[in-house]
């Protein structure tokens, strides 16, 4: 809602200034402008990404419209790695197999959808699991090994955005492009009449406005509103590294908790008395 709700306000604010000027709606429709710029961004975007971006930029673009990640996903995980660590703390670790080798058909996974839709966030808590039951591990190497994880998962979760936003960068240019163009089309009617060429010169400028709106008002936007969802993810990431780094310490499961809930923003995180009660289930 938010994403549409700021959409509206753009190009609301831009009709509207623009038809207060007197300016007539229709001058903008120009189709030849739209496919250069945008088919050239588009072309650009295959060239210079291997599908694996290209398929997460349209799985990022639906995410967008979602429900996303708000303090119910945070409640979640918490409640998620409370419940394992339970596990482990009354039965041993080798008692998560089933659990962390088949999270699908786990009765502890299915109770948070919000977590196991995140399909990064479930393979990163049973891979590290998986990991800590196979042998002795100290806390420091596990959190050493977690943080270089982190780092090449933060770098491949942004790589749709980063890509969006190259190519929103390049809009600009296509947007002359398809200006220069229009000049060309315009010199071939030089002779003709003056307000055909008006015409022709106005449709040349529209490809200029039209290459930077799609840059500062569409393109760099969507990048940003993934770049943020990413860092919520890593977010959730992070808390969990901690909870798993306190919990190889040997420190009680709510102690381990706390450490990963410190991890959150201040807008998701929670006191630590409403945490002991979302897991307590009070």
Not at 135 to 144: C, P, T, Y
Not at 252 to 275: N, Q, W
């Amino acid at each position: 809602m938010q994403l549409i709700i700021g959409f509206v306000i753009v190009f609301g604010s831009i009709v509207y200034g623009y038809t207060h000027a007197s300016g007539r709606m229709l001058a903008l429709w120009q189709p030849a402008e739209f496919v250069i710029i945008l088919g050239a961004g588009f072309g650009a975007m295959v060239i210079s990404n291997p599908p694996y971006v290209l398929k997460n930029i349209l799985t990022r673009l639906k995410m967008m419209f979602g429900k996303g990640y708000g303090e119910s996903f945070f409640k979640s995980v918490l409640e998620l790695m409370y419940e394992l660590l339970e596990v482990i703390r009354k039965d041993g670790i080798k008692k998560l197999d089933d659990h962390i080798e088949n999270p699908q058909g786990s009765d502890i996974f299915s109770k948070y959808p919000e977590v196991t839709k995140s399909n990064v966030l479930v393979s990163f808590i049973t891979d590290n699991l998986r990991m800590m039951a196979m042998g002795k591990m100290s806390h420091h190497d596990l959190e050493a090994v977690l943080e270089l994880e982190l780092h090449a998962l933060e770098e491949d979760l942004l790589r749709p955005s980063k890509a969006l936003g190259k190519v929103g960068e390049a809009m600009p240019g296509f947007g002359i492009v398809a200006a220069v163009l229009g000049i060309v089309v315009t010199m071939q009617s030089i002779g003709g009449a003056l307000a055909l060429i008006g015409v022709k010169v106005a449709a040349a400028l529209v490809g200029t406005f039209f290459g930077i709106l799609m840059c500062y008002g569409v393109f760099e936007p969507i990048a940003a509103s993934i770049a943020n969802q990413v860092k919520k993810e890593m977010m959730a990431l992070n808390m969990v590294s901690a909870i798993l780094v306190t919990q190889a310490q040997g420190k009680p499961t709510l102690l381990a908790l706390d450490a990963g809930r410190k991890v959150l923003h201040s807008e998701y995180k929670p006191s630590f008395i409403t945490m002991e009660k979302w897991v307590s289930g009070d």
